[in-house]
DNA sequence: TGACGATATGTCATTTCTGACATACATTTA
DNA sequence: TAAATGTATGTCAGAAATGACATATCGTCA
């Protein structure tokens, strides 16, 4: 894996493993995560132009602030479904 | 809700009330159902340019027979996620 | 007709996601 | 600096999604 790749994931809360596990993400895996974080950075403009808080936000949308967090930071916890409906929700 | 698109949910296995409870799915919920059965389409007609059977795929996929047939049918208990997955691993 | 291959539906144990909460970290303002 | 406000992270019980299996339905060909 890449030098670059790798740190963008570990920047993002994924456990990549080190390089003597010869670890690697394929190319599924790495399409899937960077889908993510782009909706991911998505949901956080469209809530900075609305000026509101993650907490506003999540009141909007009938989840919580953690989650709202979780979502803007690509967290793996977090499922396209949830960010999908958090975009539309906007 | 108009007829044509109650039919249409209906008719992809969607539980949508009878008229007499005055149930309504918001513009959130349809455009979600919509968007999933979007993706089911695509799905479908991507398997069959392949020639594929709903087994062959699912192994593809690591998956089910049954998971391939509801993830084309847009079932309720199909998320956008696996759809995505799906799609991309073709 | 019936048998066969493909697709759909129902159910279930296990896995994964969720909101909620506590708490840590960051930024701003007085 | 300290307090206030906003954001991030860890955890967990309950909810939802998953693959697998059984079985039903559909299409087609003999």
Redesign the pocket.
Known sequence: MKTAKRNKLEA??WKVGNAADFLELSDEESAYIELKLKLANKL?DA??QRR????????L?????????????G?????????I??LRKN
Chains 1, 2 share one sequence.
């Open positions: 993002n809360g956080k809530r900075s509101l808080t993650q907490k506003q936000l999540a009141e949308i009938d989840s919580s602030q953690s989650r709202v967090a979780k979502m803007e930071t967290d793996p916890s977090v499922s396209l479904d949830l960010l409906k958090a």
